[in-house]
Nanobody, 121 residues
Framework: QVQLVESGGGLVQPGGSLRLSCAASGTIFSIGTMGWYRQAPGKERELVASTTSSRFTNYADSVKGRFTVSRDNAKNTVHLQMNTLKPEDTAVYYC???????????????WGQGTQVTVAS
């Protein structure tokens, strides 16, 4: 019954900024790590950024210093603030979350539908 809904994608100019959001809904007892992946044409899906339930963060080297991942546990959401965007950031961005929806203490993995981010003049 759990769903992840993403928003905030679009077309931006190089050097611009964009903020992605992902909200989890449904039967949720606990959420572990939440994060963002991306997949560009001709490339494999890669981890962009993640944040644990304790708000420890991890970033791909290519986005360090430019992107910031954060979460709002009260709203079951995770955000990705993207600054100084480059054309190579162009990709479909996917939200990912580990969610316990059965009150078992075990997490299941969920994915959002993906949102397109295009960085071009």
């Amino acid at each position: 019954q759990v769903q992840l809904v993403e928003s905030g994608g679009g077309l931006v100019q190089p050097g611009g900024s964009l903020r992605l959001s992902c909200a989890a809904s449904g039967t949720i007892f606990s959420i572990g790590t939440m994060g963002w992946y991306r997949q560009a044409p001709g490339k494999e899906r890669e981890l962009v950024a993640s944040t644990t339930s304790s708000r420890f963060t991890n970033y791909a080297d290519s986005v360090k210093g430019r992107f910031t991942v954060s979460r709002d546990n009260a709203k079951n959401t995770v955000h990705l603030q993207m600054n100084t965007l480059k054309p190579e950031d162009t990709a479909v961005y996917y939200c990912n979350a580990e969610i316990d929806s059965r009150w078992t203490g075990n997490y299941d993995n969920y994915w959002g539908q993906g949102t397109q981010v295009t960085v071009a003049s």
